[in-house]
């Protein structure tokens, strides 16, 4: 079965272009979550969805980032304008339910230069 | 910022050796949820704990939910060289909560 598909796997981009990452959840999951892993502030919650609403978006950095999820299958997770600070790896897991297990994805390392 | 500690931060280990790491928060946790990652994938529920004093085994690891509800630990008994990772504590203060990570432990197993 696949698990959570998140693309690019890699993004190198400069300081002010819009970045977009995509994340696929797993058949079924009702929860998809975006983190943040930096070496500063570890794995940090971004924003999670539930039915495809999100009801927690209080770990968004700022308003140059933005999430959605148009349907079951598929969410983004947007950053206009970039910033080199925004460099880490984002990763998008999904459950069952909002306190299910989480199963993450391999993650986007982005790059911002 | 985060609110878990994890210690120590990273172990360099013999292989066939026990390993021990622990978890601590200040606030009160109802559940306590263990992770490890490989290098370049996301993290991989390794453990769960949900009720004060439980231990809990997957194989060669253990777990447990401190008495306090402010601490957890993971053991590794036997290590080997696929046990290498990041391993993370998580928790979360109650069910309508979302869970918080801790910074990790980074273990390297020497052959």
């Known amino acids: 079965d696949a698990g959570v598909i998140q693309s690019p796997r890699h993004e190198v981009t400069e300081m002010g272009q819009e970045v977009t990452l995509r994340c696929k959840p797993i058949?079924?999951?009702?929860?998809l979550f975006w983190y943040r892993q930096t070496m500063m502030r570890g794995l940090e919650l971004l924003i999670y969805?539930?039915?495809?609403?999100?009801?927690?978006d209080s770990g968004m950095p700022e308003d140059r980032f933005s999430a959605k999820m148009p349907n079951a299958s598929f969410s983004t997770l947007k950053i206009q304008p970039s910033e080199p600070r925004d460099s880490a790896v984002y990763f998008c897991?999904?459950?069952?339910?909002?306190?299910?297990?989480?199963?993450f994805g391999p993650g986007t390392r982005l790059t911002v230069l | 910022g985060q609110q878990l500690n994890q210690s120590p931060q990273s172990m360099f280990i013999q292989e066939g050796e026990d390993v021990s790491m622990n978890c601590t928060s200040s606030?009160?946790?109802?559940?306590w949820l263990w992770y490890k990652q490989d290098p370049g994938e996301g993290p991989v529920l390794l453990i769960a704990?949900?009720?004060?004093?439980e231990l809990t085994s997957n194989g060669r690891l253990t777990a447990q939910f401190g008495i306090t509800r402010k601490d957890s630990f993971l053991n590794i008994s036997a290590s080997i060289p696929s046990d290498v990772g990041i391993y993370f504590c998580?928790?979360?203060?109650?069910?309508?909560?979302?869970?918080?990570f801790g910074p990790g432990t980074s273990l390297s197993v020497i052959p």
């Open positions: 998580a928790g979360r203060k109650t069910s309508y909560d979302k869970v918080i």
């Open positions: 969805f539930n039915n495809n609403v999100p009801i927690d």
């Open positions: 606030s009160i946790f109802n559940t």
């Open positions: 897991a999904s459950s069952f339910s909002p306190n299910g297990e989480q199963f």
């Open positions: 058949s079924g999951h009702n929860s």
């Open positions: 704990l949900y009720k004060a004093g």
